[in-house]
T-cell receptor, first 116, second 116 residues
Framework: AQTVTQSQPEMSVQEAETVTLSCTYD???????LFWYKQPPSRQMILVIR??????QNATENRFSVNFQKAAKSFSLKISDSQLGDTAMYFC?????????????FGTGTRLQVTL | GAVVSQHPSRVICKSGTSVKIECRSL??????MFWYRQFPKQSLMLMAT?????????EQGVEKDKFLINHASLTLSTLTVTSAHPEDSSFYIC????????????FGNGTRLTVT
């Protein structure tokens, strides 16, 4: 079974600053995907970024980037130039690649507060 | 982009009654959908995997007779909470993935169930 751990229950960052959210996971599999999802107060789950495990290059989406360390089983999210709209719960998630639809295993989440 | 519609967004019911929640993939076919439950300030916990044309697969500890899942078509899965009790009050979220396995999961907007 896979597990996902987010050790930071809450984080705070000032607007325009950079913040890094941590995530570690445990698996014995080799083919998988990792995701960061954002859940604002509306509770809609929004995909922020995803990383295929077979890719060494870290994924980037505008202000969001990841530091994927496969050997260390670490998958942190860096948010640059933080904006007030980034305030939300952030969940790290693991999905095993099976060729068909696979379930997501979520971490416990990090509540990010962006302040003025 | 892919859209998953979940209905209703909010429902209040009396203890002992049953409630049905619908999850539809609007612009793609989904042979598999997933149902999650989220308690306040907690992460998403997978309840069951809904498979079109076959029985759902339930996670350990989830009562299949309590949470009935029907996936009658490639675009619709339903979750029925039978004989609801106050402890069933929660936020229920469905997700779906385009058939193929390499696409990210798309989430519905969730259903807040309150049992009085």
């Amino acid at each position: 079974a896979q597990t996902v751990t987010q050790s930071q229950p809450e984080m705070s960052v000032q607007e325009a600053e950079t913040v890094t959210l941590s995530c570690t996971y445990d698996t014995s599999e080799n083919n998988y995907y990792l995701f960061w999802y954002k859940q604002p107060p509306s509770r809609q789950m929004i995909l922020v970024i995803r990383q295929e495990a077979y890719k060494q290059q870290n994924a980037t989406e505008n202000r969001f980037s990841v530091n994927f360390q496969k050997a260390a089983k670490s998958f942190s999210l860096k948010i640059s130039d933080s904006q007030l709209g980034d305030t939300a719960m952030y969940f790290c998630a693991f999905m095993l690649f099976t060729g068909t639809a696979s379930k997501l295993t979520f971490g416990t989440g990090t509540r990010l507060q962006v302040t003025l | 982009g892919a859209v998953v519609s979940q209905h209703p967004s909010r429902v209040i019911c009396k203890s002992g009654t049953s409630v049905k929640i619908e999850c539809r993939s609007l612009d793609f076919q989904a042979t598999t959908m997933f149902w999650y439950r989220q308690f306040p300030k907690q992460s998403l916990m997978l309840m069951a995997t809904s498979n079109e044309g076959s029985k759902a697969t339930y996670e350990q500890g989830v009562e299949k007779d309590k949470f009935l899942i029907n996936h009658a078509s490639l675009t619709l899965s339903t979750l029925t909470v039978t004989s609801a009790h106050p402890e069933d009050s929660s936020f229920y979220i469905c997700s779906a993935q385009r058939t193929g396995g390499s696409s990210p999961l798309h989430f519905g907007n969730g259903t807040r169930l309150t049992v009085t």
